[in-house]
């Protein structure tokens, strides 16, 4: 039996999307809680109507829409699909969750346009596959593909439902199931809200376990755990945790493993530790400075900043940089030398410019402007790096407000922050709060050692600490918050 816990397989499942390896498969479990009904409520009506019990025939609900089709032929049952499926749902947090994640495929048997809504909503480039014909066109530079497997309640004359359609599908969807298998064997799945009671998919994974043998890639599943009814007496529950059992144990032959839940709700936990993991990839550097003050010299500073940069983006992070006066410059100049000393100028994707807008507009005064900015900025990151943060007032040199405030608003998001204390000013004031009140930042107690060695300017024997063993702290120390 193939049962992982939840860390692994967020751990997995993360590494999966870091290497541009993944893939989610949503099935109608997770539209559920949106408003869209099941498929025994779907078909209940028509179940009564072919004076059935829905709940007898709840393991043959393919046979169940053929027997409808059989009687009222195809209209009728396209009518109850049209009756469910085109009422107004807004996708739930868990859709949000998946269409925020830098995934490029997606797989359902969903009638539903939850999952592409999410993703427009997103700003990414859509290219949805509803028919074969659709298999042929490619949507200029598109974000994400999802491929609907079974169909969408806009083309209901192509909608697999009936035991016709599925004993068709070989035939009338060969290409989405070539393209299935070649994922499957690419890419590692996340199922979500999904059955595997469709006898196509099942097929297809058969085929690519068989052809693999033993070096299939590993999927993972999150299942509700078999739950107690107070109806049921001891034997029923016996009987419910037993067939689970044998369906997690079923489901090891396609190399699937699963996780296990409580309630549905905490897979919104999962997608959210996954989304904050990925995050972390990415990094804000906030920071300004009309003056270095008195630890670092002018040279000195830049050199910080220029290397750290280039740095981070040989380990594989991605930067932000919100353009700082004295700051922003040297970031954006060391992401470019990495660029063109090493990856040849093909690597200029992990760089992401967010100059502040200087001007009131939209009805919005500049201070509104500037908090929605900071707010958009630092939903991006998973970590913040703050250095100096001063200003010029007039004559005299003082602390950055604004750096404070995105210091503030990098806490509520749940940011991971590394303060540069060392570079003085508003950097120092942020050091002081972190460590003052670490555990509202971290729960690991090496970092506030690692935090305090970082900031401190001298080496144990007096000597002052090079930039090049600076950057090497903050380095390990990002990497540790990574993971």
């Known amino acids: 039996m193939a049962i992982v816990d939840i860390e692994y397989l967020i751990r997995e499942y993360t590494r999966a999307i870091r290497i541009k390896s993944a893939a989610v498969f949503i099935g109608a479990g997770l539209s559920m809680p949106a408003g869209f009904v099941s498929w025994k409520q779907l078909l209940s009506k028509a179940a009564s109507d072919l004076g059935l019990d829905v709940e007898k025939e709840q393991y043959d609900l393919i046979g169940l829409a053929q027997y409808y089709n059989n009687r009222h032929r195809r209209g009728a ?15 739930t947090r868990n859709h949000q969750l998946l269409s925020q994640l830098p995934l490029d495929t997606y797989w359902t048997t969903n009638y539903d346009s939850l999952i592409e809504d999410s993703l427009r909503a997103e700003r990414k480039i859509t290219d949805v596959k509803i028919t074969t014909k659709n298999l042929a066109v490619t949507v200029p530079h598109r974000d994400a593909v999802v491929y609907k497997m079974h169909g969408d309640i806009h083309s209901l004359s192509d909608a697999i439902i009936t035991r016709d359609d599925y004993d068709r599908f070989s035939t009338s969807r060969k290409l ?10 690419s890419k590692t799945f996340l199922f979500l809200g999904y059955s595997f009671n469709d006898p196509d998919t099942k097929n297809i994974l058969s085929i690519v376990s068989q052809s693999l043998n033993e070096d299939v890639r590993p999927h993972f599943c999150i299942m509700r755990k078999c739950c107690r009814l107070p109806s049921m007496t001891d034997a029923d529950f ?24 409580d309630d549905y709700p905490e897979i919104t936990n999962i997608l959210e530790k996954i989304k904050s993991e990925i995050l972390k990839d990415t990094i804000f550097i906030a920071g300004s400075a009309a003056e270095y003050g008195t630890n670092f010299s002018k040279s000195d500073a830049e050199l910080l900043m220029h290397k750290l940069s280039y740095k981070l983006v ?4 991605k930067i932000i940089s919100g353009f700082g006066l004295g700051v922003g410059s040297f970031v954006i100049n060391g992401v470019l030398d990495y660029s063109d000393s090493v990856t040849k100028g093909r690597n200029l994707s992990t760089l992401t410019l967010r100059p502040f807008p200087q001007s009131a507009s939209g009805g919005k005064d500049i201070q509104e402007l500037w908090r929605e900015y900071r707010y958009d900025i630092l939903s991006e990151a998973g970590i913040a790096i703050f250095l100096f943060g001063n200003k010029q ?57 690692a935090l305090i060695y970082l900031n401190k300017r001298n080496n144990s024997d007096g000597t002052v600490k090079e930039i090049d063993s600076i950057i090497e702290v903050i380095i390990e120390l990002a990497n540790k918050i990574r993971g």
Not at 82 to 87: L, N
Not at 177 to 185: A, F, M, Q, R
Not at 436 to 449: G, P, R, V
């Open 77 to 91: 049952l396209n009518q109850l699909l049209t009756e469910e499926f085109t009422k107004l749902r807004a996708p």
């Open 176 to 185: 989405y199931t070539e393209i299935l298998s070649g994922d499957l064997v």
């Open 238 to 261: 016996a009987y419910e945790e037993a067939k689970q059992n044998l369906q997690i144990e079923d489901l090891h032959r396609f190399s699937i493993n699963v996780a296990l839940i």
């Open 314 to 317: 040989g380990n594989e992070y």
């Open 393 to 449: 007032d007039n004559d005299k040199i003082i602390n950055a407000d604004g750096l404070i405030k995105e210091f503030e608003i990098a806490h509520e998001l749940g940011v991971k922050i590394i303060p540069i204390g060392m570079s003085g000013y508003v950097a120092e004031i942020i050091l002081d709060n972190v460590l003052a009140s670490f555990n509202e930042f971290y729960e690991d107690e090496s970092i506030k050692d």
